[in-house]
């Protein structure tokens, strides 16, 4: 079991905003990176320290932080964007990395 | 532009060692963490363990006893090997950058993946 907790699957109409949280005790203290995963591609960089994101990712994507709870919002959901969404941070302890359960997105 | 490339075999026997190599090209390997994350078919992300350039390790404890991640900065790539595989272990296997990042605000090192290879699927079976 992951120490970050994600809800398994989430669905948005299109155009609508949806926010993905990520929850676990290491986030009162560190941040969570997020990650977007289409079928049969690698993982791709989203947002990181809080709400940042990497050049190229649209500004529909932004990222959050309230107390252990990490969230994903995007803004007027596009068909592209669905896809798994991963979080990643640290373990309870701290010392190590850990990923979330993902997230499978669905856009109505 | 960075590019990362998995390389190894793609079948490995129970209870032998799966060996991968993970090729930096566009970039320098120093002053960056170099990580192994895997994804067995169907299931979530699982992050491995890292290397910083320096040679330092760091290893998700439930692996910790199996896995050895290693750096090779003359040829820019960095390996791991994980013993004694299992079913369990078969996987995508991805390597990914992170940077070194000292956040001022949390006092603390924050990590992010900002690139990743394309993966090296190893299956394990006799």
């Known amino acids: 079991s992951s120490e970050l907790t994600q809800d398994p699957a989430v669905s948005v109409a299109l155009g609508q905003t949806v926010r993905i949280t990520c929850q676990g005790d290491?986030?009162?203290?560190?941040?969570a990176s997020w990650y977007q995963q289409k079928p049969g591609h690698a993982p791709v960089l989203v947002i990181y320290?809080?709400?940042n994101r990497p050049s190229g990712i649209p500004d529909r994507f932004s990222g959050s932080n309230s107390g252990n709870t990490a969230s994903l919002t995007i803004t007027g959901a596009q068909a592209e964007d669905e896809a798994d969404y991963y979080c990643?941070?640290?373990?309870?302890?701290?010392?190590?990395?850990?990923f979330g359960g993902g997230t499978k997105l669905t856009v109505l | 532009q960075v590019q990362l490339q998995e390389s190894g075999p793609g079948l490995v026997k129970p209870s032998e060692t799966l060996s991968l190599t993970c090729t930096v090209s566009g970039g320098s390997i120093r002053n960056y963490y170099w990580n192994w994350i895997r994804q067995p078919p169907g299931k979530g992300l699982e992050w491995i363990g890292y290397i910083y350039y320096s040679g330092s390790t760091n290893y998700d404890p439930s692996l910790n006893s199996r896995v050895t991640i290693s750096v090779d900065t003359s040829k820019n790539l960095f390996s791991l090997k994980l013993t004694s595989v299992t079913a369990a272990d078969t996987a995508m296997y991805y390597c990914?950058?992170?940077?070194?990042?000292?956040?001022?605000?949390?006092?603390?090192?924050?990590?992010?993946?900002?690139?990743w290879g394309r993966g090296a699927l190893v299956t394990v079976s006799s």
């Open positions: 990914a950058r992170a940077p070194d990042y000292y956040d001022i605000l949390t006092g603390q090192q924050q990590y992010h993946f900002d690139y």
């Open positions: 990643n941070s640290r373990d309870s302890s701290g010392n190590h990395l850990v």
């Open positions: 290491s986030l009162r203290s560190y941040y």
């Open positions: 320290a809080k709400n």
